[in-house]
């Protein structure tokens, strides 16, 4: 079980449900960029307002789905309203607290590599860049074979992901990436809140063509249902 102080994104949506505090908001820190905010009441957006790729992702969702790192419900919330048999799956104790006082039905509070089901399911849906969960380039083979436990013949991955190229290119067009490194998309995050500073993590952000790559390589189909508007993309990906 994840510790409060350990836990800085559950804290400041715990936060904010029971007492509407707004003054405070997440910071983070990465290892390739400078330090940045994500303000809590992102978190707690209504369909309206997310961006055009999610609701195209929600639009797609089909059968049993399962959200995972749901965060404060408000995809799951909305598949509900929909109609969709949905299970939220959260790492964040205090993020699943607050689903299940939002009214999301089901709430699994575990990491998705440890999460066992006796069921499957037809959407796997992984937004807000929840690909990212692979760490590195290098998790794929344990990321597939748990999504072959989890998904039905005929399922679907829905997720949506960056290419970061952009914050390689130089002024004359040219990518400034060292070719003998780690994958640019490799991030390392740190998240605080207040006097909650949570452990570093790896995370991952994709390019449409290598995560295509990744998924064809371990048996599944690849389809890049849209852009977005700033080097990002959705795609699908299925058996």
């Known amino acids: 079980m994840i510790q409060a ?64 790192g749901a965060g404060m419900g408000s995809h799951a919330l909305y598949l509900q309203d929909q109609g969709h048999a949905v299970t939220a799956l959260e790492i964040s104790p205090l993020a699943c607290e607050v689903m299940s006082r939002r009214g999301v ?36 083979p344990t990321f597939f074979k748990k999504i072959k436990e989890l998904l039905n013949p005929g399922g679907q991955i829905l997720l949506d992901s960056s290419d970061l190229r952009y914050l390689y290119i130089d002024e004359d067009g040219s990518m400034l990436i060292n070719l003998n490194g780690r994958y640019y998309g490799e991030v390392e995050y740190r998240m605080s809140y207040g006097d909650y500073k949570g452990k570093r993590f790896k995370w991952l952000f994709i390019d449409d063509q290598l995560m295509a790559h990744h998924a064809e390589k371990h048996g599944f189909k690849f389809e890049k249902i849209a852009d977005g508007t700033h080097y990002d993309y959705l795609a699908r990906i299925n058996f």
């Open 105 to 140: 039905s089901q709430v699994v509070n575990a990491d998705f590599f440890k999460h066992a089901s006796d069921q499957k399911y037809d959407t796997i849906l992984l937004l807000m860049n929840g690909i990212g969960l692979v760490g590195t380039v290098n998790g794929f």
């Open 5 to 68: 102080q350990n836990d800085p994104i559950g804290q400041a949506g715990l936060d904010y449900f029971l007492n509407g505090q707004r003054s405070t908001d997440i910071k983070v820190w990465s290892d390739i960029a400078e330090s940045d905010t994500l303000p809590v009441h992102y978190l707690f957006r209504t369909y309206h307002e997310m961006p055009s790729l999610e609701q195209k992702a929600l639009a797609l969702c089909k059968g049993k789905v399962l959200d995972v």
